[in-house]
């Protein structure tokens, strides 16, 4: 506990310093790193996919995803990539058809194309107009379900969630996940209001709240079915006490793009 302590003092400062300090650059190459980090996590530590080719493959359509969020998505550039990405990994597996199933072809495509798109939604946030203070949004979203749901857990956990999947979640803990989420996301407001000067909307604060805590745990349990299904405890040893990218980003690859999507149907603050 200690170490994911010290972890998180020492990660949370640089990386608030990269998104709200330094140009939007920054949080594109942070990202690619990220996503390509998760790309080895999922092929190689997983053990889903050791084919090197492959790997190669899955990690260039990654950085391409990020730098397509960067260049304010380009449909054209987009969609080249993406073909050429599709048409690789079917000629290596026309070439390797015995030795290269599908199920390690769809895996290559969601490490390498699906969990970068989700998570350049931390990049498309960060481009738009006063964007580095949504990205803290969703970060708002992504780590106060997590503690809310663990001290809610621990002080009055009693009815199992996931008990296979996740044997410590509980549903009393779920509760206190997203009432935390919403009073979370109430301050924040609170903050760009008095702040910042934005126009806030306070209902829309709660909707937030509700739908990221959510979106935060169904990337949470989705991630460890993963981990489950491939027999491993933690996707990797990067980050000590919290594990690999993929251990401390995966609420992130879904609550990210929700925001991105909540953002262009009902911003819940204006500038």
């Not at 390690?104 to 580095?132: M, S």
Request: glycine share 10%; with cysteine.
């Amino acid at each position: 506990m200690k170490t994911r302590i010290l972890v998180a003092a020492v990660g949370l400062p640089l990386l608030l310093v990269i998104v709200l300090a330094l140009p939007s650059v920054a949080t594109a190459i942070l990202v690619a790193a990220m996503s390509i980090l998760a790309v080895h996590e999922l092929l190689i530590g997983a053990g889903f996919c050791k084919h090197v080719r492959i790997f190669a493959l899955a990690s260039c359509m990654a950085l391409a995803v990020s730098v397509w969020s960067w260049l304010n998505q380009p449909r054209a550039l987009g969609m080249i990539a993406v073909l050429l990405f599709l048409a690789a990994l079917i000629g290596e597996m026309l070439a390797a058809h015995a030795r290269l199933s599908f199920q390690t072809v769809c895996a290559a495509i969601f490490a390498g194309l699906v969990i970068p798109y989700l998570l350049g939604a931390l990049i498309r946030l960060r481009i738009l107009e006063q964007g580095k203070f949504f990205v803290i949004a969703a970060f708002v979203l992504t780590m106060i379900p997590d503690s809310g749901a663990y001290f809610a857990g621990r002080a009055f956990g009693k009815h199992k969630l996931c008990p296979v999947i996740s044997p410590h979640k509980t549903v009393e803990g779920a509760v206190g996940g997203v009432i935390a989420t919403v009073i979370g996301m109430l301050l924040y407001g609170l903050i760009l209001q008095l702040a910042f000067a934005f126009r806030v909307n306070y209902l829309l604060c709660a909707v937030y709240g509700i739908l990221g805590a959510g979106a935060s745990m169904l990337g949470d349990l989705g991630f460890s079915v993963i981990k489950r299904q491939a027999g491993i405890k933690d996707y990797g040893r990067l980050l000590p006490g919290h594990g690999g990218i993929l251990d401390r980003f995966d609420s992130t690859t879904v609550v990210a793009p929700l925001v991105e999507a909540l953002l262009l149907i009902a911003p819940f603050a204006v500038k």
